[in-house]
């Protein structure tokens, strides 16, 4: 909506380019008035703590839409290349005008004195802090904007783009399990659909750092794997008063993850501890089936899955302990390679959880891996495919 309001602004400039300032007295929509100028969370609240008592100003909650509400923040620095995207790095986000370059968002600010609604006056913890300097203007005068950039602004690096492996493998994962959801079930579209939905709700937190999309995030997690845990656990991992039934066992995990989801309002900052923690478990069945097996491919794919694990569980781990070091050496990336590296792992561990479900659910069929776009090139999205067994 932000990136939607700000290209109406822009529109509107250059339709009414040709005309000039001093013939445009058009009345200003509330959304154009002068917005409060941004103060940093801390300045904000050490200016609300030195209130005299009994001022008669009170210090208002952010609410769990606001800016920064979330008590959850990311080693990489809050509005540094936009005042519209807290962290810029973590979030698939970039504005550009018509001819491809990035605008300043500070030159449409200066330009239209803010930006209305989607402003950043939420940042501010106290009401009054960062009032307006001057008062609305009654008529709305626009003067021409300056010439487009002719220079594109410095290229981010890739890891802007950290969100967006979660919209490409997605559908493409869904394009290429087909034939094994069509003989397995067809609940399996649902982790995918929840996988794309977590990239979404991924980009909404690091863009606005807001309690509401740290939750929005979390519980999407939390219910893709609800989902697979309800598909591929191997019946005899089942809790012994369940007997090997996978609807009790569903029933189960239904009702563990509705209590979970609401549990997750009370203390939302141990959340992500958590469901990190979920991952012992499932390490605890892969090594259980590693064992178990002689298959060379299964071995592999269990393997790969495992160390794409620990690397993308390194860089978060790494981005919240040691967030100090990677601050000194001016390298804010690791959250953003966490992002792709397990968008990545998720496909290897769905393709070596239906491996291990194929032993016990598919006894009439195998299952072959194998690798888009081609299974000779030394990287691919792997995949499997079914495969009748002659000998039954």
Wanted: proline residues 8%; glycine residues 4%; aromatic residues 14%.
């Amino acid at each position: 909506m932000a990136g939607l309001g700000c290209l109406m602004v822009f529109v509107t400039s250059y339709l009414d380019q040709g005309r000039e300032a001093h013939d445009l007295a058009l009345p200003c929509p509330a959304w154009m008035v002068p917005a409060p100028r941004l103060l940093p969370r801390a300045a904000a609240t050490s200016t609300a703590q030195t209130q005299p008592v009994g001022s008669g100003r009170h210090i208002r909650m952010p609410s769990i839409f606001a800016y920064q509400s979330s008590e959850v923040d990311w080693c990489e620095s809050n509005f540094q290349h936009s005042e519209l995207v807290a962290e810029f790095y973590n979030t698939c986000s970039c504005l550009k005008n018509r001819r491809g370059l990035n605008v300043p968002i500070s030159e449409v600010e200066k330009r239209f004195g803010g930006l209305g609604p989607f402003s950043l006056e939420s940042l501010a913890v106290h009401p009054e802090v960062g009032a307006p300097e001057k008062a609305p203007r009654k008529g709305c005068r626009f003067p021409p904007l300056p010439p487009l950039l002719t220079t594109p602004s410095p290229r981010p690096p890739l890891f802007q783009f950290s969100n967006v492996t979660f919209f490409i493998f997605g559908p493409l994962m869904m394009f290429l399990m087909y034939p094994y959801a069509q003989k397995r079930s067809r609940c399996i579209y649902i982790t995918w659909i929840l996988f794309m939905v977590i990239g979404l709700f991924s980009m909404y937190f690091h863009m606005t750092l807001s309690l509401l999309g740290q939750l929005l995030d979390e519980i999407a997690i939390l219910w893709l794997l609800a989902s697979s845990y309800s598909i591929w656990m191997p019946r005899c991992y089942f809790p012994t008063f369940l007997g090997e039934n996978r609807p009790r066992f569903t029933c189960l995990v239904l009702i563990t993850t509705v209590v979970s989801t609401f549990l997750s309002f009370l203390r939302p900052v141990i959340n992500a501890y958590a469901l990190n923690s979920i991952a012992v478990h499932i390490l605890y069945i892969v090594f259980q089936e590693y064992k178990k097996t002689n298959n060379k491919e299964l071995r592999h794919i269990m393997e790969m899955s495992v160390v794409l694990w620990a690397f993308a569980l390194t860089s978060w781990i790494s981005d919240r302990l040691l967030c100090s070091f990677w601050q000194r050496i001016n390298f804010f990336y690791l959250h953003s390679i966490w992002h792709v590296l397990i968008s990545i792992t998720f496909p290897y561990g769905m393709v070596t959880m239906a491996l291990v479900d194929a032993r016990y659910e598919m006894p009439g069929h195998t299952l072959k891996v194998r690798y888009w776009p081609r299974d000779t090139w030394p990287v691919g999205l792997p995949y499997v495919e079914v495969r009748d067994d002659k000998n039954c």
